[in-house]
């Protein structure tokens, strides 16, 4: 079927064709399952299942719930259809990337119906029209300045806390930040474990990997009453972070802000 599929794209030229960015990212719910990829310099998150949520916009609501993708800046995405990769034996997938070409967020499809609804999707969405040079992108507009972290923390609590997270079940919301796009998904911790440079973290369906040691620093942040964990690069960039997943869960909010405030 795959190489049906394939052959079928080369007859028809339609091979990485680029589609509207915001009727491809709204096109994603549509699909039965999927495999989300995202990663960044120094962490990879990886989540199968069904969007809940697929946001051209500026802020990450953590109300919603279930695997969730925003994208924060149009202007500098563009959207492509992929078909299947024989090469990397990859299936099809809707490919978001950045105007200089560095890719921030794959979807899979998995099933012979995602597969014909992407086939679907190239036909009959409209091609992307000339991008706008880089020096016309224009970004949503931020509300108001990012606060100062809380404190940063001693990196070597970080095994042991996410070992205590696991043991204690606490829902949680993971998100990976790469570029201009945000990937989260909410769960509560199954598993912490690693293997060789790497930590594995995995939460349901999702699974988070990354080098403890090319994270610059742990730090707590409050912002919009929501406080996290945040990984930061060692040159600055927000990688990915942690925050307590349903609010008004077994009063998962306090637990979780006094778990943070008692990091050295």
Not at 182 to 193: E, M, P
Request: negative net charge; glycine residues 6%; contains cysteine.
């Amino acid at each position: 079927m795959f190489i049906d599929q394939t052959e079928k794209h080369r007859a028809t030229g339609r091979i990485c064709s680029a589609v509207d960015l915001q009727l491809a990212a709204g096109y994603l719910c549509s699909f039965e399952s999927i495999v989300a990829v995202t990663a960044n310099a120094c962490s990879v998150m990886t989540t199968t299942g069904v969007y809940r949520g697929v946001h051209v916009s500026q802020d990450t609501d953590l109300r919603n719930r279930g695997l969730r993708l925003y994208v924060h800046d149009s202007s500098l995405t563009e959207a492509t259809v992929s078909p299947v990769d024989h090469a990397s034996r990859l299936p099809p997938s809707i490919v978001f990337q950045e105007r200089g070409g560095r890719v921030v967020h794959r979807s899979y499809m998995t099933s012979v119906c995602d597969e014909l609804a992407l086939d679907f999707l190239q036909m009959s969405l409209p091609a992307c029209g000339p991008q706008a040079d880089a020096k016309d992108a224009r970004p949503f507009p931020v509300r108001g300045s990012r606060p100062l972290p809380l404190k940063t923390i001693d990196r070597q609590v970080i095994p042991h806390l996410l070992t205590y997270l696991t043991a204690l079940r606490m829902p949680l919301t993971i998100a990976v930040c790469s570029g201009t796009c945000t990937h989260c998904d909410d769960g509560a911790l199954d598993d912490v474990h690693r293997d060789g440079d790497l930590l594995f973290v995995r939460s349901g369906a999702t699974a988070l990997s990354f080098d403890p040691a090319s994270i610059g620093s742990w730090r707590v942040r409050s912002e919009l009453d929501i406080i996290r964990l945040e990984a930061v690069s060692l040159g600055g960039d927000e990688l990915f972070y942690l925050t307590a997943g349903h609010r008004n869960h077994c009063n998962a909010t306090e637990s979780w802000s006094e778990i943070l405030a008692s990091l050295p």
